[in-house]
């Protein structure tokens, strides 16, 4: 009997594995595997959804145009290059639905985010990475792996899950060295957190251009990844497309309602970035000192790299990444492994509240003694 085929290539997609957030036999368990925020959403945000859900029977606005035009005159943008999506996921989605198919080339980074890779082989396209530079994008390799077919280059500035970013003058020089026909996607999903002077979230390059997107999410700082909700930043030509491709009704009423809070809400960005300020530097310096090799982040988390030893000694086997996984399992903590990423060596450690940062790092400490 023949059965239902779906079309080629789909089988070679992997479904994204994502953080990990219950331990077996364990209630309580601290969860510092998906770069959630570390507070959760505001109280403001909390108590707007709370009004609005007398009205979850009526359907959304399809434009999403308050929260558009909120974002408008915060960033000082287009009302009409702007668009939401169900997460920033979906923008990547309809971008790799809209600009590549099968024949087609998407370009990421070696360590990028999963995401690209997976909606890009949705689409039928082919994934071409570039070796990166000490784990942070490296323009001339990007550049030198363009060719005819490449239709899309997504990278995520400061990047998941490494915490590197590349200054400006770089995303300007990876942009000028692209054919006009080639999309540069610039992600800036850790943007709120990065103060660097020399960092730019991509906004100026995309007005100026019409082959530059940037893409926000609300999933980090504004503490909102089950709400979904994200947005970018387009060339108009662009949008126009995105909005004839996407579902008509693709941001819920309750991630409208809590994106038009939240992004007013100033003081619990700035509170939320304090802290990440002061616990990101004090875990990266303890876990330094703890023997581990831990690049400047400027996410809302850690890359810990453990160091690789030669070893015998079987009474004492290697500390690597995967014990301390499964050290801190058992103690209750969720942490990232990296296997998936191509860094086996390293996990990735979200910055959460204070006790939970006390407590990972001192369960650190003690399994590197
Ligand atoms: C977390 C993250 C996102 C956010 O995705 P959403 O779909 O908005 O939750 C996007 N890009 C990168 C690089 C991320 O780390």
């Known amino acids: ?134 784990i942070t994008i490296d323009v001339n390799n990007l550049l030198e792996m363009v060719t005819e077919n490449t239709k899309l280059l997504f990278i995520a500035n400061p990047n998941n899950p490494t915490g590197t970013y590349l200054p400006e003058s770089e995303l300007k020089r990876l942009h000028e060295g692209l054919p006009g026909g080639v999309l540069l996607v610039i992600d800036s999903a850790y943007a709120e957190y990065t103060s660097s002077e020399d960092y730019s979230a991509g906004i100026d390059i995309v007005r100026a251009n019409k082959n530059v997107a940037m893409l926000r999410t609300f999933s980090k700082i504004y503490g909102m990844g089950g709400v979904r909700l994200g947005w970018g930043y387009f060339p108009e030509e662009v949008a126009d497309v995105l909005n004839r491709m996407r579902s008509p009704f693709n941001v819920s009423y309750p991630a409208q309602v809590a994106g038009a809070t939240a992004i007013l809400d100033e003081e619990f960005i700035e509170m939320s970035q304090s802290h990440n300020n002061k616990w990101l530097a004090w875990t990266i310096e303890q876990c330094r000192s703890a023997g581990l090799v831990v690049p400047n982040s400027y996410c809302n988390f850690a890359l810990l790299r453990f160091p690789e030893k030669p070893n015998d000694d079987t009474e004492h086997p290697h500390k690597d990444a995967k014990a301390a996984n499964s050290f801190l399992k058992s103690r209750g903590i969720i942490v990232r492994g990296l296997s998936g990423y191509g860094l086996p060596d390293a996990l990735r450690v979200s910055i959460g509240q204070e006790d939970e940062m006390r407590l990972v790092v001192s369960l650190l400490q003690e399994f590197m003694e």
Do not use: W
Not at 31 to 48: D, H, M, Q, V
Not at 52 to 76: C, I, M, T, V, W
Not at 107 to 131: K, N, Q
């Open 1 to 134: 009997m023949s059965s239902p085929k779906p079309l080629e290539g789909l089988n070679k997609i992997a479904p994204y594995v994502g953080g990990e957030s219950e331990i077996e036999g364990m209630g309580k368990v601290i969860k510092l595997a998906s770069n959630e925020g570390a507070f959760g959403p505001s109280p403001k945000t909390i108590e707007a959804l709370r009004t609005a859900a007398k009205d979850y029977h009526r359907y959304p606005d399809g434009d999403s145009l308050q929260l558009r035009e909120l974002l408008s005159s915060k960033f000082n943008l287009e009302t009409e290059r702007i668009i939401c999506g169900c997460g920033s996921d979906e923008l990547i989605s309809l971008l790799c639905r809209s600009y590549a198919g099968s024949g087609d080339e998407i370009l990421c980074s070696a360590h990028g985010f999963a995401m690209y890779p997976i909606y890009g082989r949705t689409v039928g396209a082919e994934i071409i990475t570039a070796d990166e530079d000490n």
